[in-house]
């Protein structure tokens, strides 16, 4: 056991830095939108291809975020009942949710999109609207969003194993600091960081 979760940390890290890689790209799409509007309005002008790249970055964070919401348990789940169980019991729920409807799903949608990423990969499509952007690497994050999702799923799956055997904490545990509470930690330590920075150069 203590060599899965060795393997099941690394996925942790791997998927963890996909997660935070994929927060810049919603100030990417942002940016690049807020740029779009501002030259349409000014010059009258604009552009299919940055129209597209807009929901390009959105379908890329929505793909590749999925590991990293499932990692930190931000994904949606039906507290009002789970609660009701006992941890183990909810444990042993993902495990039974995770082989039977999350590996599955995955497996099937790699299969359905990686002949579509394919194809578009060949042929060159390319986006049907004027000056618009070639279509494969969008369909490509069909399989690989789905290719990290399952991955995290194996993650989890040891995590809960581990602690259903007496080997692991309970993954489920959410006692400790929420996520908007440790990202304003990090901004307070990283501002306090500059700060004492700034000073030590203006002496």
């Not at 799409?29 to 779009?36: E, K, P, Q, Y």
């Not at 444990?91 to 082989?99: A, K, P, T």
């Not at 952007?133 to 995590?159: N, T």
Request: glycine fraction near 8%.
């Amino acid at each position: 056991m203590s060599f899965l979760l060795k393997i099941s940390r690394l996925i942790d890290g791997i998927n963890d830095l996909i997660g935070k890689l994929a927060m810049w790209l919603i100030l990417a799409a942002t940016l690049i939108s807020a740029g779009n509007a501002i030259i349409r309005k000014i010059f009258g002008t604009s552009s299919n291809a940055w129209l597209e790249i807009q929901w390009y970055l959105f379908a890329a964070v929505f793909m590749l975020g999925g590991g990293y919401a499932f990692l930190r348990n931000a994904h949606v789940r039906i507290d009002f009942i789970s609660t009701k169980f006992s941890q183990r019991t909810r444990n042993w729920i993902d495990v039974i949710g995770i082989i039977v409807f999350l590996f599955p799903l995955c497996i099937m949608m790699v299969m359905e999109g990686w002949p579509v990423f394919e194809r578009a990969w060949t042929s060159g499509e390319m986006s049907s609207n004027a000056g618009g952007l070639v279509r494969w690497p969008v369909y490509l994050l069909i399989p690989a969003g789905f290719i990290i999702l399952m991955a995290q799923g194996v993650s989890e799956l040891i995590k809960r194993i581990a602690y259903i055997t007496g080997q692991g904490p309970d993954p489920l545990d959410h006692t400790g600091p929420s996520e908007t509470e440790m990202l304003a930690k990090e901004i307070a330590q990283a501002e306090h960081q500059q700060a004492a920075s700034a000073a030590a150069t203006s002496r």
